[in-house]
């Protein structure tokens, strides 16, 4: 029969609570920081920084709107045509998009609607 070794210890997963995940991204993207050198001293992987970073983005994605709720999606109209339209005279930016489209931001659209639009076309 076989020899088994039974490892006990303290548990292996470790559990991060919000605000300290936030003060070790503070650390590990502040100007001049290493990411890796900031990993090995609190004991986690690199990828883990990445994957907290990355799932704080998403979070950060739909800037509320002034009354603090998230903000909804407005419904965009998309006209498929052959010939380019001529810039529109008030547009305060006009994006052109791959197959010949065209996206117009208008000055009176709020900066929290034009950051999300600029953020879905990444």
């Given at each position: 029969m076989?020899?088994?070794t039974v490892f006990s210890g303290p548990e292996?997963?470790?559990?991060?609570?919000?605000?300290l995940r936030l003060q070790?991204?503070?650390?590990?993207?502040a100007p001049g920081a290493s990411p890796t050198a900031v990993a090995r001293?609190?004991?986690?992987?690199?990828?883990?920084?990445?994957?907290?970073?990355?799932?704080?983005?998403?979070?950060?994605?739909?800037?509320p709107t002034e009354d603090g709720r998230p903000a909804?999606?407005?419904e965009a109209l998309v006209i498929e045509?052959?010939?380019?339209?001529?810039?529109?005279?008030?547009?305060?930016i006009i994006v052109d998009l791959?197959?010949?489209q065209r996206m117009t931001i208008f000055p009176s659209?709020?900066?929290?609607?034009?950051?999300?639009?600029?953020?879905?076309l990444r």
């Open positions: 076989g020899q088994i292996r997963r470790r559990r991060w609570t919000e605000e070790i991204l503070t650390e590990a993207f001293r609190h004991e986690i992987s690199t990828g883990q920084l990445y994957t907290w970073r990355n799932k704080l983005a998403v979070g950060a994605a739909t800037p909804d999606f407005a045509d052959r010939e380019r339209a001529a810039p529109v005279p008030d547009a305060a791959p197959r010949d659209a709020s900066p929290a609607l034009v950051t999300a639009v600029l953020k879905a």
